[in-house]
Every structure is written in structure tokens, then in C-alpha cells.
């Protein structure tokens, strides 16, 4: 049995006539044309592109139906499928190459490398003279079947191994949880490289027999527009924010739907309240990373606590250690079997006991909800002291006219960490750093109050909408001057 495709094709073929997906424009694959197109494609890469069990296929393409066809193919092969985020350039796709050598990659332009390239279309195109029917390779739940790479924007990129067993468990997890049924419709906003918009998005659809309708990118009017015909939608806080400044966002835009879920970065609590107030929902929180898929989750029923991300997924198992707040670690089938290429972080990343270190800070209340307070690497430590970001971040976000704010820790002579505070204004609100300095002298113990304020007009974001603060600390510390790079006002 090859568990991914089991899980991701089998509910389709009790309804084969069913839309699987359709796109904005009218195209629509059933059930029955993924099955077929999954196995044309694996057929394929095996006797064409010489692909074998355990090798990896890396696939850098523009998001599409076609895509989830081919990664599905990829796992009956029992191959190793390596999405790559879109915007990577040549330079960062040739390294990732050298390090996951796979045996083909699929992509829509020429590289230099020596690995053979196909684009997609042309995949697809002569998949059709292919037989449809292909003899899945038996893949367990121990079987690899992707690597994500992460961190690709900070220090080496390294790429975790997920199992059969991590994603399947996963989406079935979340399905119980969140409460797919086949009368679902995704409206699927997210990318296909992450596994967001990949493990969580389209696996659940696909594995509770849901339809999905797939948007290429992310454009806020164009999701109003469409959320008449779906009853979940799934974001990073950023797509709320962006939602919220469409005037047609109201409750009848939204009346169809059953489930709205953020997570991949901290939902402002303003942006929760705002979408509430606008919509009547409330959305479900949820977190997770690349090398664990999703962990917890607020849950559905009501009983939901704002400002936490709900509680461990049934089976998964999360403890906070070294004090509290303190790190978060994870245990259970949703955890990545190892690094590619990389024995030495299955010391680092586990602890002795085998509980995977997310490098997140928290706290867990009573109640079992885990509250995110920020990652264990911003933690900053002035004066010996120690200051969580997001403890600030919090207040600074409620004074009069801003927006929101990032705060880090820059080298300071004195205090080893100065902390410094980047504040977005709201819209036509003015900010003056003396009164926010003053604000915050009234809000925070002295050794937490931020040195410096600088007021800028947007917070630099990667495609999943975190905050890069690594970037801020960089370009900020490089000289007290630089906030000039910021888009300062
Ligand atoms: P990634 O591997 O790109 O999915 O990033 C995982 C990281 O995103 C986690 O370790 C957290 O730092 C962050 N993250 C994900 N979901 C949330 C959330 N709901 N709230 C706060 N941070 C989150």
C-alpha cells in the first residue's frame, strides 16, 4: 500500500465524477482526471526521466492543478518530492540542487546544473500518451515522500525529511479536528511550495474527498469574490490584513463559509477582533513549522482563546521547558524523521529524550492552550536581562495610532542588546518617538523599554508573511543610520 496515495486518491474514487479542483478561470480536474493524471505522470518519470524509488524530484513551477497531480505522482513512485519556493533565484536553486541531487527538476526555465530539467506543460503533455494504470510502490508510514528546505532566508537551508506517515497523519489529524467532509470547498489562496498551502490546504481537501478551488496567487478582491462558493478558507495573518482593506469583505461576502484558519506567523489580535467584528467569525489560530506540520490548534467548537494557538493536535504531544515562558518541544507521528545530508542536527534539533526542538518560545496555561511568545533566537538579553519581543510587540500594537510593530535586539556597547522598537503608523496616523517613548516608560519595566523607536511605513515579510527579523537586525545594526532602507516616512 502507498499510504500518501491511498489517502490523497481514495476517497475520490467512491466519486470519481467529483471536482477535485478548479481554478478561477474555469478549469476543472475531477477526481477521477487526478487518479489518471497521477498515474500517467508516475508512468512517465520512471520509464522517461528514469525516476526511482528514494530519489528526489524538485519541482520549482507556477502553482496549478497539474502540480498536485504531479506530486502525487511522485509519491507512488515512492520518489522524494522537493517543492522549491518560486521566488528563489538561480543562484539559491543551484545550491539546493547540490545538496538534494535530485534526478530531475522540474522547472519552466533553463539552469545551469547538470541535473535534467523538464517544465511542467511539457510533462504533462506527454504523460497522455502514457498508461494511466501504474503499480504503486508500497510505501509505509516510515517512507520518505518530500523534503521542504527551510530557513532559506537565514543561514543554510536545510532540508527536512517528512514520511508517508508525517503528512497522512497530519491531514487526517486536522480533518477530525477541523471537520472536513466531502461537502467541503476550499478556496485555496496559499502557495504549493510551503507546507501550508501543500500538507495542510491541499492534503486535507483531497483526503476528505473536498473540492478546492485553486487560486494562482494571493489577491484579496479576487478572494471576496470567490468565497461565495467555498466554506473554508485557510491564510497567513498577512491575507487578513489584506482582506480587511477590501470594502466588499462583510458578512455576506462571507455568509457560505464554515471555517476561517490562520497561522505560519502571529495573527495580530487587532486583525482578529476587526475580522470578527466585520465577518462574525472568528478565526481559528493554529500553529505548526516545515518539520512538524501543524501542532496545535484552537479548536472549532466555541471554545477558542484568542492570543493562543489552541491546544496539541490529538496525538501529538507538546511540553514547554526551561521555565516559562520556555522552549517548545514536540513529540509525535507529525514529526520529520531527520535532516537531508545533515546527521549533525539530529543532535542539535532533538533533545536526548527525542522531542523535537521547534526553537519556539511559550507558554501553555492551565487549560493546555500554548501561547507563542516568540522564536528562542529573538529572544533578546540586555543588561542580563531578558525581554520577549512579542511581550512588547502586544502593547506597542494597542497605542493610539499604530499599526504594528517588531521589536529586536541590536549590539549596543553598554547594554550587550539595545532593545529597539520598528513601528508601523496606521493609516494617516501620525507617530512621534518621544510620545511613544513615553508611552512605554508608563507601559514597561525600565530594562524592557525599547531605546530607540523607528517609524517606518511597511515591515519587511517573506512570502509567508513573517516578519524577517533577521533582516531588520542586519540591516539596522550594520549602522544606527540605516533605517533609510525601511521605507521610513
Ligand atoms: P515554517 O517552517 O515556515 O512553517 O515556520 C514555522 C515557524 O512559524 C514556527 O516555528 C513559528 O515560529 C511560526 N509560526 C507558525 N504558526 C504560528 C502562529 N500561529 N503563531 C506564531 N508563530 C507561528
Known amino acids: 500500500m502507498n499510504l500518501v496515495a491511498k489517502t490523497l486518491l481514495g476517497p475520490g474514487r467512491t466519486n470519481p465524477a467529483k471536482v477535485a479542483i478548479s481554478t478561477v478561470d474555469g478549469h476543472q480536474m475531477r477526481y477521477a482526471d487526478l487518479d489518471r493524471l497521477s498515474g500517467q505522470l508516475a508512468n512517465l518519470l520512471v520509464r522517461c526521466y528514469h525516476v526511482n524509488e528514494g530519489d528526489r524530484v524538485a519541482v520549482q513551477s507556477p502553482k496549478c492543478p497539474e502540480l498536485l497531480a504531479l506530486n502525487i505522482a511522485c509519491a507512488r513512485i515512492g520518489a522524494i518530492y522537493v517543492p522549491l519556493n ?53 510505501c509505509d508510514e516510515n517512507a520518505p515522500a518530500a523534503m521542504l528546505f527551510t530557513s532559506g532566508t537565514t543561514g543554510r537551508a536545510k532540508g527536512a525529511l517528512l514520511t508517508h506517515g508525517n503528512l497522512v497523519s497530519n491531514c487526517q489529524t486536522l480533518n477530525e479536528v477541523w471537520g472536513f467532509t466531502p461537502h467541503d470547498t476550499l478556496l485555496h489562496a496559499l502557495p504549493l511550495f510551503h507546507t501550508h498551502g501543500l500538507f495542510v490546504g491541499a492534503y486535507c481537501a483531497l483526503s476528505s474527498g473536498a473540492s478546492m478551488i485553486l487560486m494562482e496567487n494571493f489577491d484579496a478582491g479576487e478572494v471576496v469574490r470567490q468565497l461565495s462558493s467555498a466554506t473554508v478558507f485557510m491564510g497567513v495573518p ?54 512538524t506540520g501543524i501542532i496545535t490548534s484552537n479548536p472549532i467548537d466555541g471554545s477558542l482563546k484568542v492570543g493562543t494557538v489552541g491546544r496539541a493536535l490529538p496525538g501529538v504531544e507538546v511540553r514547554v521547558t526551561g521555565g516559562s515562558p520556555g522552549d517548545v518541544e514536540v513529540k509525535g507521528p507529525n514529526v520529520l524523521i531527520d535532516y537531508w545530508n545533515r546527521p549533525e542536527l539530529r543532535e542539535t534539533e532533538f533533545t536526548i529524550d527525542g522531542w523535537f526542538k521547534t526553537g519556539d518560545v511559550g507558554i501553555v496555561d492551565e487549560d493546555g492552550y500554548l501561547e507563542i511568545v516568540g522564536r528562542a533566537k529573538d529572544l533578546i538579553i540586555t543588561g542580563g536581562y531578558n525581554v520577549y519581543p512579542k511581550e512588547l510587540e502586544l502593547v506597542l500594537d494597542t497605542f493610539p495610532g499604530v499599526l504594528e510593530s517588531a521589536v529586536i535586539g541590536l549590539p549596543d556597547a553598554d547594554f550587550g542588546e539595545a532593545v529597539t522598537a520598528i513601528v508601523v503608523p496606521r493609516p494617516g496616523a501620525h507617530l512621534d518617538e518621544a510620545q511613544l517613548g513615553v508611552l512605554a516608560r508608563s507601559s514597561f519595566a525600565k530594562f524592557k523599554v525599547p531605546k530607540r523607536f523607528i517609524i517606518v511605513t511597511e515591515l519587511p515579510r517573506n512570502a509567508m508573511g513573517k516578519v524577517e527579523k533577521a533582516r531588520l537586525r542586519r540591516e539596522l545594526s550594520r549602522t544606527q543610520e540605516s533605517s533609510e532602507r525601511l521605507k521610513p516616512i
Do not use: C, K, W
Not at 455576506?252 to 475580522?275: C, I, K, M, N, Y
Open 86 to 138: 518560486t521566488s528563489y533565484t538561480d543562484r539559491e536553486i543551484r545550491l539546493l540542487l547540490d545538496d538534494a541531487t535530485p534526478s530531475l527538476l522540474v522547472r519552466e526555465a533553463l539552469i545551469e546544473h547538470d541535473t535534467p530539467r523538464a517544465n511542467l506543460g511539457r510533462l504533462v503533455h506527454e504523460a497522455h500518451d502514457q498508461s494511466s494504470h501504474f503499480a504503486d510502490v508500497a
Open 238 to 291: 498577512t491575507y487578513y490584513v489584506r482582506l480587511l482593506a477590501e470594502p466588499s469583505l462583510n458578512r455576506d461576502a462571507t455568509a457560505g463559509l464554515r471555517l476561517f484558519t490562520a497561522g505560519s506567523a502571529p495573527l495580530l489580535r487587532a486583525t482578529h477582533r476587526e475580522f470578527a467584528e466585520r465577518t462574525g467569525y472568528t478565526i481559528i489560530e493554529r500553529y505548526g513549522m516545515t518539520e
